[in-house]
């Protein structure tokens, strides 16, 4: 399995960061998680099928 893309961060220069940068940050973050957290469940479902099959 391959590791996930690595999270967007908002620059840590202490400079005020605008909306649009804030949302597109987190949106594609949140797209991330969905997409990582659905490889999990897929992973998890074949685990079972697999102990299911040879206990």
């Given at each position: 399995?391959?590791?996930p893309?690595?999270?967007e961060r908002l620059?840590?220069?202490n400079e005020p960061v605008g909306l649009v940068?804030?949302?597109t940050s987190v949106?594609?973050?949140y797209r991330t998680y969905h997409l990582v957290a659905e490889r999990l469940r897929?992973?998890?479902a074949w685990v079972r099928e697999q102990t299911a099959v040879v206990p």
């Open positions: 399995m391959a590791p893309e690595q999270l620059p840590d220069n940068e804030t949302l949106t594609r973050n897929a992973l998890q």
